[in-house]
């Protein structure tokens, strides 16, 4: 599966890696912000490369439901596999984008986040914030909603262009000529390479 672009990776990276401005209290703001900041100082750690990851993989669990992040991206055909399968889908799912997203941490440079105010939606809340680097700016937001009484982001969105919408759309575009199956070998390739990866 081709990869979504290198901004859509920089939003979910930076999830794990910037430390933010002054943000308002409380609320999804205030669990994006903490996140930042504990991730921030995960990554000066002199740890070594797999170990943060690790760390930052527990951090982003934390921040990202990416269990709905995956049942949104594959829609209603995950409901009509069987529950080993589903389950197979939504692990190889988080770890896709886990390894895929969060090991780029390592090659950027921490940028300038400034939070926004929270925008209340139909059933989700927006996290409004703007990356700063020294080239460019990006607009990100973080969709979060509530889940056992806890702020977690069930999309992100950078630019207009949705994380799960994204992912919905190259699952779409492989389910048509191939089966469920063949699209959990393929995760399963992709997610041992990155593993392969991460460990040289």
């Not at 290198?6 to 996140?35: H, K, S």
């Not at 895929?100 to 409004?128: I, M, W």
């Not at 509530?146 to 799960?164: C, P, Y």
Request: proline share 2%; hydrophobic share 40%; net charge negative.
């Amino acid at each position: 599966m081709r990869a979504i672009g290198w901004i859509t990776a920089l939003a979910v990276t930076v999830a794990c890696v910037a430390y933010g401005e002054t943000a308002p209290a409380g609320g999804a703001v205030e669990t994006v912000r903490d996140t930042l900041a504990k991730a921030g100082a995960v990554v000066l750690t002199d740890e070594t490369h797999e170990q943060k990851l690790e760390a930052l993989h527990d951090l982003a669990r934390h921040l990202m439901d990416t269990r709905a992040m995956g049942r949104r991206a594959i829609g209603p055909r995950l409901a009509e596999q069987p529950e080993a399968k589903q389950e197979e889908f939504l692990k190889l799912f988080d770890e896709l984008i886990v390894r895929s997203y969060l090991q780029k941490l390592l090659f950027f440079r921490q940028p300038r986040f400034d939070f926004g105010k929270e925008e209340t939606g139909h059933d989700a809340v927006l996290v409004h914030t703007r990356i700063v680097t020294d080239k460019d700016e990006f607009l990100v937001d973080y969709e979060m909603h509530q889940r056992d009484g806890t702020w977690v982001a069930s999309d992100i969105v950078v630019e207009n262009v949705s994380l799960s919408q994204n992912y919905a759309q190259q699952f779409q575009e492989l389910l048509r000529t191939r089966s469920f199956d063949d699209l959990l070998e393929l995760m399963r390739g992709k997610v041992a390479g990155l593993r392969a990866k991460s460990d040289t």
